[in-house]
């Protein structure tokens, strides 16, 4: 008789325990968020590359840091809007630390190239951490260590100042989940993989 009451009130338990929430990797999620924003060439590899990682909640892809309110791909890759290729990284702070995004961020792009990343050349594919005022410090030891990492090769991607984000239009979101032979094809052609292992090594 006892083990059936225990039995019971152990199912009893179990049914009114709330479910864990999960964060879009599947893990735990704390219910907290933060956003960073990034510019590193082609938003579909920034997004791609912040979408793999665990405590991410989402990565969108948009553009950052111009004059134009609200512009169309086809204004920020005509020139003169100000804008460059950006992705707005929302994550969770119990999961992931910012310390973490930005240093994965540095090892997905050649900060040492001022005029754009890998076959993507112009303004609008140049660089940037864009941060908060909490953001800056952390966002400054971060680059200071990967500078120490790079030695001679000068670090020229720039810490700004947090600016209004605009998503992309829609065909551009989740582009490598969606496209994924169109994407590869792409980031063979810009041998993307080979100029990241060029200037980090293969560690």
Known sequence: ?????????????????????????????????????????????????????????????GFAGGRAANPSYEQ??????GHVEAVRVTFDPERVSYRRLVDSFWRDIDPTDASGQFCDRGDQYRTAV?????????????RQ??????????????????????????????????NPARYNAYRLGCRRDARLRAVWGRS
Do not use: N
């Open 130 to 142: 864009f941060v908060t005022p909490g953001q800056r410090a952390v966002a400054q030891a971060s």
């Open 1 to 61: 008789m006892r083990g059936t009451v225990l039995a019971t009130c152990l199912a009893l338990l179990t049914a009114c325990s709330p479910p864990v929430a999960q964060g879009a990797d599947g893990g735990p999620d704390s219910g907290r968020r933060e956003v960073a924003v990034f510019a590193g060439g082609c938003f579909w590899s920034i997004e791609k590359h912040f979408d793999e990682m665990p405590g991410v909640i989402s990565a969108v892809s």
């Open 145 to 178: 260590a990967a500078q120490r990492r790079l030695g001679q090769r000068r670090i020229v991607t720039p810490i700004r100042a947090s600016a209004r984000f605009w998503p992309a239009e829609a065909y551009h979101q989740d582009f490598a989940r969606r």
């Open 76 to 81: 920020v890759v005509r020139g003169g809007t």
